[in-house]
């Protein structure tokens, strides 16, 4: 970056700036504490413990030490600043540096800046410099003042009641999502946060926990968040990764010879694992009569001691040795001939979890009863307002991901607890709360050739919008 002199004057003047605020934050008291507080909050819920990451902006510290890393690194412009930030938190590294000129030899899991970029000089400089020390599974958190508020802060500056700032930037969530474009990132989400910023009993967090979720007040927000990854480079071409399918069958005989037939090579090699669930047919023994006359064919078979849908997968999931774990429904409504689809979506990095889609082709006439479509309809739109991705068919069986991200999804199971009897909801809303990348895949839903559906309508519609008020509650309103 050419260092002009108007560049130099405005980061000098902006050191100084926050020198001074330093030595003040002391002895002054301002009423940006519970604002400050309840960032904490938002963030505990983005990072994860024990992650490698990086606070651009740091300040005092203290947001960057709340999120216990397992390597943290806080840098800022104002030395003052940063002499705090190590004598508040002797855990964490820190150091002054000007974002535009960062050369740092680590990457990081997280980088946050936290109300930095209103002060930058030149966002896309500064959002490139952190993509040269970005994984490609890195998460870019930013917050930033709404204009909306301009006013209401500069009379609270003028008051003594917040921290003074020099002349703002003021961008708005569509200039935040260009310039971390032109950077080289990906916006996963966007949302609003903060309707309240002063510790007002009762009034506070009904307004910063639910009323800012809520039209018209979330355009009312005073920060807005951006959740970005890096644009994956699609150099997906030069490696090819194994694969698991897991294929959960209850009663369905009829269909398991056309699955060994039909299923199709993907990758470096597949594995198709059955888990029968306490069949009325003879599906388990029909499943090994076909193992034994595809040898050819890498499988395997185990016998669900649980029941539901969700402790079959999970228990597929536990005997997959893939790189890319599968679901596929053995009802055979969903082709196995389309799986490649799914397969080069996930190695492409276009998404972290494809989601399959059944509500955008035309479906075969008995394919899914009219209610059925109905409620999967208003469910979708249910859902991608609660988890902030688009998210079209919740219950379509077919779904990929990677095993790692299956991992880390089970070994953080525990903040929703074994909730989900169909499997699906266990991967989305993990998904969403690893900030993964969902994509939707359309495909095109065939009617049964064999055996009757297992979803009950009225049973599993109530279930769904238990799975409406469990997700608002893990996920939206936190």
């Known amino acids: 970056m050419h260092k002009t002199k108007p560049y130099l004057n405005y980061q000098k003047k902006h050191a100084d700036h926050w020198d001074s605020i330093a030595q003040k934050q002391d002895q002054w008291k301002s009423w940006g504490g519970y604002y400050r507080k309840r960032l904490q909050q938002i963030h505990q819920f983005l990072v994860p413990p024990s992650m490698k990451v990086l606070e651009v902006g740091c300040g005092r510290g203290d947001l960057l030490a709340s999120l216990k890393p397992s390597k943290g690194v806080g840098i800022d412009l104002s030395g003052e600043m940063v002499n705090r930030a190590r004598k508040r938190n002797p855990e964490i590294t820190f150091q ?26 030149d966002v896309e400089w500064a959002f490139k410099n952190i993509a040269k020390i970005s994984y490609p599974s890195t998460r870019v958190i930013l917050n930033y003042f709404s204009r909306f508020w301009e006013l209401p802060l500069n009379l609270a500056k003028t008051l003594g009641t917040a921290t003074p700032t020099l002349t703002q930037n003021w961008l708005s969530v569509e200039d935040v999502n260009n310039l971390l474009y032109l950077a080289g990132f990906e916006v996963i989400r966007n949302w609003g946060e903060v309707l309240c910023p002063l510790p007002i009993p009762f009034l506070a967090p009904f307004c910063n926990r639910y009323l800012v979720r809520l039209w018209p007040f979330r355009f009312l927000a005073m920060t807005g968040f951006t959740l970005a990854r890096p644009i ?127 509500l955008v082709y035309p479906m075969e006439k008995r394919a899914m009863r009219f209610l059925n479509l109905i409620g999967n309809k208003a469910f979708s739109i249910i859902f991608t307002y609660l988890l902030g991705q688009p998210i079209k068919d919740s219950l ?25 009897p169909f499997g699906d909801f266990d991967l989305i809303f993990g998904a969403a709360k690893l900030n993964l990348k969902i994509v939707d895949m359309p495909i095109r839903y065939h009617e049964r050739v064999y055996g009757t559906t297992n979803i009950q309508r009225w049973k599993h519609g109530l279930l769904l919008l238990r799975m409406v008020l469990f997700a608002a509650r893990r996920l939206k309103f936190i």
């Open 396 to 420: 379509c069986g077919t779904k990929v991901l990677w095993k790692t991200d299956y991992e880390r999804i089970a070994a953080s199971r525990a903040y929703f607890g074994d909730f989900d």
């Open 96 to 121: 002054q540096a000007d974002l535009h000129e960062l050369e740092l030899d680590k990457k990081f899991d997280f980088i946050i800046m936290s109300d930095l970029i209103n002060e930058l000089w």
């Open 232 to 358: 994956p480079r699609g150099n997906h071409k030069q490696k090819k990764y194994s694969v698991s399918v897991i294929v959960p069958a209850r009663n369905e005989e009829g269909n398991i010879p056309a699955i060994f037939e039909r299923m199709p090579e993907m990758g470096k090699g597949t594995e198709v694992i059955f888990i029968e669930g306490h069949s009325r047919d003879n599906t388990y023994q029909v499943i090994e009569k076909n193992i034994k006359k595809h040898p050819h064919k890498k499988s395997a078979l185990f016998h669900q001691k649980g029941i539901g849908k969700g402790d079959a997968v999970r228990l597929g999931f536990s005997k997959a040795t893939g790189d890319i774990l599968m679901i596929m429904d053995a009802d055979l409504t969903v082709p196995p001939e389309d799986l490649p689809r799914f397969y080069h979506a996930l190695v492409s990095g276009k998404g972290e979890l494809i989601n399959g889609v059944r």
